[in-house]
Every structure is written in C-alpha cells, then in structure tokens.
C-alpha cells in the first residue's frame, strides 16, 4: 500500500474511532456526573492528571522513541530497530515502577494539597494507590508497541485497538456502576481493564505487522539509548512545558476552588480533548515522512508537507472551532443542564473559551513534526517553557485573585498560545526557507475565509430561531456544515485540488464499478 493510502486508510479510522469514543463521551459524561456527583467527577478528572504528572519523569525518553525508530525504519536497519525497541521497554518499565511507589508514598499528601473533602478522602487516596500505580505503569509500556506500529505508518491499527476498547470500556461502565457498591472503583476497575486490553491489543499487532522487528532481552543495548537522550533532552524539557500548560488547569482550579470547579472544567475540556485529534489526525501521522524527507535531504518535500499539513488542518479545525463556539450554549444545555442545573453556564464559557484554544493549535498545523523530523527542537523547548510558565502565572492570578471564576484558569493559555504560535510559525518558515506571503497564501487566507463565512451562517442562525431540542442543534450544525463544505471546494481547495479529488473519486468507482473478464 503507498503511503498516500496509507495516510487517508490511518485518517479515515482515526475519524472513526475518536468519532464514536466521542458519541459515547457525550452520554457517559451526564451519566458519570449522576452517580459520582460533581466531586467525584472531578476526582476522575485530578487522577488523569496525576498520570500525565508522572510522564513528565520519563527524561523525553518515549516521545523521541518514535522519532528514532522511524529513522531505523528509514534506514532500513531493523537489528538497531530492534536493539531500541527492546532496550527502551526495559528502561521505561524500571522508571514506571520507581515513579509508582513514588506515587503510593505521596498519595495522602496529594489529597489534601488538592483539597479533597473528608467524606472523599479514603476514596480518594485508595484511587490514586491503585489507579495511579498502575496506569503509570501501563502508560510507560504501551507505547513503546504503539511507537513501533507508528514507525511502520500503521495509525490505522492504533486507532482500531483504541476505538475496539472504547466501546467496550464504555458499555462497561453503563452495566458495572450502577451496581457496584462505590461507583468510583468500579470506575477505576473498568478503566484499569481497558488499559491492559489496549497493551495486550498492541502486542498482538506489534507481532504481526511490524515485520522484522522484534523486542526480547536478547536485544538489549544500552548503547541504543545514546541517541534517545540526544533528542530526548530537548523532548523532556518539551514534554514537561507540555505537561505543565495541560494539566496545571486543574492542579490550579482544585487548589483554589475545590475538585468541584474541576467537575465544570471537565465537560469542556474532554469535548476538547474528542475533536483534537479528528482535526490533528493527518499532523500527527507526517513525523515518520518528515523524518524520512530530512534523511534523505528532500527540502521540498518538507516544504510541501508543513504547508499541505497546515492548510488541511486549519481548514477542519476552523470548522469544528466555529461550530463549538457558536453553539456552545445550546449544546452544554441541552447536554449538561440535567445533572448541573444552572451551573451548565459555567461550562459554556469554557467551552467558548476552548473554542478559542484549539483553534490556535490547528493553526499550528505540522511545525511539531516538522520540527521532530529535523531535529531541531531547542527554540521550540525555550519557547515553550518560557510561555508555560506564563500560562501558569496567569492563571493562578485570574482564579485566585479575581472573581472571574473557573473560565479565568484559560486565560493564559489563549494569552500563551497566542505568542507561541506566531513566534514558532516563524522560526519554522525561517527554517524551510519559505516566504510568509507564500505560507499565508497557500496555508492560512482559504481556511481563514471558509472560517468566516461558516461562523457567519452559524451567527445568522443561532441569533434568529430557537435552539431547544438535539435536532434543532443538529439542523442548525447540518446547515452550517453545508455552507463549510461550499466554501471548502471552491475557497478552501484551488483548482488541481479539485481536479486530484476528482480524479480519485473516479478512480475508486471504476475499480468497484468493473467485473472480472471471462477467462474462456
């Protein structure tokens, strides 16, 4: 299969799965919300954090895993391949069980820093005792397999164990809390399955379609790592500024608020966190080309990948941005208003506010893997590390200080992300030696237009009929979409776009359309 089939094959099933893993978050949400209550809820949400706390601890180790091992695959040196591979499960198991019995230690201070309730507080520290644990130890292992299927441009596979869990994990939780006793270990049971099914899933796939790979004790090289702490200094350093701006939002609201204003927060960040990665599929699958077009020295290639992976990126990220934004209202009400009562509100704002984020990380587009491929990573860990810091500051500064409330902990991070893009966009143009006028014209103003015409159709619509029922939402939704995809073929594509779809679409029916010859 060529890797532009490839591509489409791993977007396709990533839109598949987070599309309904993020079905099934719209009704497990409300559900979650009626037998956890709100504190609970957001003791779900501070135990997820906890576990990215803790990947800060592996050195950068994992995110360079992936880069390296595209590299070998590049080079077509399997033996080293394998030799990484191996050698990495060995080291990120070890720092997992460090960092777990750090955690088993820490548990009870934890709590309180984070202001739990007493009526909570056994609960709370038995989670983070058994959930904690041992989904940091999962979460060190399964990516080494799922690094290795991602080298081979199998995506496709990733997102199937992903989407395959979900559903099952989902259906799950409906059946086993209702009936268990403590609905917030039933949870954690459900979770800590799912987790295990996903490394066993992983396994199974690494075996079979990773062809010549293979991870064993008696491919350990402990030189093999050199390189991984090269890039893996930059990646750590890159990781925890990551880490810090993604987390430190509910580290900030539970301190100052308790973990109920993490409960309002979750809502919309979890809606966030389910159209992330539809928009962000094709951005995240290039490292293995772009590491590849820097190997073999191919600029234009790169070229053509950051301002292709842009235009496409910002072109659907405007799209789901507007329609977050516009109908926030209706959408958290009509979601939300059961199980929150007025304090639905409340999420409105963050969700606009999230609206406001995630548009500028699609606008981003393909600097990360561009800059991954290229190894050229330090402005990037300066950058952001230095707006990191500022997102936090700012934040601690709007919910403790002000009466803003649990939308101010966004504040800044739209304030950080704003400096950060427009800085890293120029650096990376500087880079691949490309002319802002050209990347502006090819990348930016089609998806900027497409954007304004849909959020005025959007506008039109909400300001001028009533919103009370899901298929008055999905009407108004359905329309603007339709203007979307108007804008998209004739503003969004130019012509030899147009004429490649075409083409394709073609293709495809005369191969489904055509029987076989009679061989007499």
């Not at 209550?37 to 994992?62: N, T, W």
């Not at 516009?326 to 979601?335: D, H, M, N, V, Y």
Request: aromatic share 12%; net charge positive.
């Amino acid at each position: 299969m060529s890797v532009i089939k490839q591509i489409v094959r791993n977007t396709l099933s990533g839109w598949l799965a987070v599309g309904i893993r993020g079905a099934l978050a719209l009704i497990i949400v409300p559900f979650l919300l009626n037998h956890l209550g709100k504190e609970g809820f957001g003791l779900i949400g501070i135990l997820g954090v906890i576990v990215s706390m803790a990947a800060v601890a592996d050195l950068g180790l994992r995110g360079a895993l992936g880069r390296e091992l595209a590299e070998q695959l590049a080079r077509n040196d399997l033996k080293i391949y394998s030799e990484l591979a191996s050698t990495a499960l060995v080291l990120y198991f070890c720092l997992a069980c460090v960092l777990g019995f750090a955690g088993w230690l820490l548990a009870p201070w934890v709590v309180e820093v984070l202001k739990v309730s007493e009526a909570m507080y056994e609960d709370a520290v038995s989670s983070i005792r058994i959930y904690g644990i041992l989904s940091i130890i999962l979460s060190f292992i399964t990516p080494v397999f799922s690094a290795a299927l991602s080298s081979f441009h199998r995506f496709d596979l990733i997102n199937s164990v992903q989407l395959i869990v979900g559903i099952i994990s989902s259906v799950t939780l409906f059946v086993v809390i209702p009936v268990v006793e403590n609905p917030l270990y039933g949870w954690v049971g459900v979770m800590l399955v799912s987790e295990l099914s996903i490394l066993f899933l992983s396994i199974i796939f690494f075996r079979k379609f990773c062809n010549g790979a293979e991870i064993g004790l008696s491919y350990l090289n402990i030189k093999r790592l050199i390189p991984l702490f090269h890039l893996g200094g930059y990646l750590y350093v890159i990781q925890l500024a990551q880490t810090l701006t993604n987390t430190a939002n509910s580290i900030v609201l539970s301190f100052f608020l308790g973990p109920i204003s993490v409960a309002l927060y979750q809502p919309a960040s979890k809606l966030s966190a389910m159209f992330n990665p539809i928009v962000m599929t094709l951005a995240e699958q290039l490292f293995p080309l772009t590491t590849k077009f820097h190997t073999t020295e191919n600029k234009e290639k790169l070229q053509e990948t950051f301002l292709w992976g842009t235009k496409y990126t910002l072109l659907l990220g405007g799209f789901v941005s507007v329609n977050i934004f516009i109908f926030s209202e209706p959408l958290a009400r009509l979601w939300l208003y059961d199980s929150l009562g007025d304090d639905y509100l409340v999420v409105v704002q963050v969700m606009k506010i999230f609206a406001i984020v995630d548009l500028m990380t699609y606008a981003a587009g393909t600097q990360w893997p561009v800059l991954l491929g290229m190894k050229k990573l330090r402005y990037l860990s300066i950058l952001l590390v230095v707006t990191a810091i500022l997102n936090i500051l700012v934040s601690i500064f709007f919910v403790g200080f002000t009466a803003v409330g649990v939308a101010g902990v966004l504040y800044g991070t739209i304030i950080s992300k704003f400096i950060r893009i427009i800085l890293l966009t120029l650096h990376v143009l500087e880079l691949l030696k490309v002319r802002f006028f050209v990347f502006f014209r090819f990348s930016i103003l089609g998806p900027l237009s497409c954007l304004f015409f849909s959020a005025l159709c959007a506008w039109i619509l909400i300001n001028n009929y009533s919103c009370d029922t899901w298929i008055d939402l999905m009407s108004m939704v359905a329309a603007t979409t339709t203007v979307w995809l108007f804008c998209f073929w004739f503003i969004g594509l130019n012509f030899n776009e147009r004429s490649h779809i075409v083409a394709a679409i073609k293709k495809i029916r005369g191969k489904s359309g055509s029987k076989p010859q009679n061989p007499v």
